[in-house]
């Protein structure tokens, strides 16, 4: 009798330190919003102790930085910086955000969705084009430069997205939202939200000294693409997010639906950067968020991630633990 109650309390405590692993994350609405409208934020990095940039894919000449304190509150206001030297249709529809560090200095990289669409079927297509990279500095406006024809040179080096580049992201068209840094390489990686695959994730890696070559196409090497798989997973999941993680040295990867009428959940997961499998997290989001952008960051000496949401909120929590 004494064993059978020590087994049943062993298994009761193995049970409730796995319940206290798993994180539940619902979003907190930002104190304000981008004149009327919620902010649609999308991708994110840190820029400084407590302090977060992140883009609003409806309002592409701007990012927006957010101040944390320890406890992942607001402590300012969310700041908006102008983005100097941007012509109109440079950047439309950003979505991708990541962190390059060179001498000292820090880049911000901001990539377009690439997508296209018809105007409701009541005129000419329209085209997201734009990657661009803006000198980060602590006030003011932030001086950025445009790769002029980057989707074009995209399409040419990977053709087999030529296809999807004339469809709606309903459609199973083309739609990137994921963009990371990998330093070890260099490289720019563009995660696909679409067209997406049952079972894996679709990465596009582009080889260039993101900090110091001339921001133009000719700096960029031949491209190549990394397929990882989605463990107990049959459904096309679309990436919304990669975020270089210099602790671990794998990437953060937000999953989510890949088009706008599915209903695949959001999932968190980690990744080395290969053909291995996305190794997902003991995370559940509420339905109401739309997660977008992922950052580790150090709260006080807790590792914690910061997610910013779709639907104008974010949510700060404990680095959580693997669901594998």
């Known amino acids: 009798m004494a064993n059978w109650t020590a087994k049943v309390a062993t298994a009761f405590h193995a049970i409730a330190a796995g319940l206290g692993r798993h994180k539940k994350v619902k979003s907190t609405p930002f104190d304000e919003t981008n004149g009327k409208a919620p ?28 101040a944390l304190d320890a406890k992942g509150r607001e402590v300012e206001r969310i700041s908006r910086r102008p983005l100097a030297g941007l012509t109109d249709g440079q950047l439309r529809d950003p979505e991708g955000l990541a962190r390059v560090d ?15 669409l018809d105007a409701k079927g009541s005129g000419p297509q329209h085209v997201s084009d734009g990657l661009v990279r803006v000198r980060y500095t602590h006030h003011g406006d932030l001086q950025t430069e445009a790769m002029v024809g980057f989707r074009d040179w995209l399409l040419r080096q990977v053709p087999s997205l030529t296809p999807a580049s004339r469809l709606e992201p309903d459609a199973d068209g083309l739609n990137i939202e994921g963009l990371g840094w990998d330093p070890r ?46 463990p107990r997973s049959t459904a096309k999941p679309g990436v919304r997010d990669i975020s270089y993680d210099e602790q671990t040295g794998d990437f953060l990867v937000l999953l989510g639906r890949s088009k706008s009428t599915s209903d695949e959940p959001f999932q968190l997961g980690t990744w080395k950067g290969g053909d291995d499998d996305v190794e997902l997290l003991d995370v559940t989001f509420h339905r109401t968020m739309k997660p977008e952008g992922v ?23 404990d680095y959580p633990a693997s669901d594998q």
Do not use: M
């Open 39 to 66: 902010f649609n934020a999308s991708g994110v990095a840190q820029v400084g102790p407590g302090r977060f940039i992140f883009v609003d894919n409806h309002d592409p000449s701007a990012l927006f930085e957010l």
């Open 102 to 116: 060179r001498n000292g200095e820090i880049f911000i990289i901001v990539a377009s969705s690439l997508c296209v």
């Open 185 to 230: 390489t260099p490289a720019l990686l563009f995660g696909l939200r679409g067209p997406a695959e049952p079972g894996r994730i679709t990465v596009i890696r582009v080889p260039i000294d993101a900090g110091v070559a001339p921001w133009n196409t000719g700096s960029l090497e031949a491209p190549s693409i990394v397929h990882a798989g989605t």
């Open 295 to 317: 950052v580790a960051f150090f709260g006080g000496d807790e590792r914690k991630l910061l997610i910013v949401d779709d639907g104008g909120g974010y949510a700060v929590f």
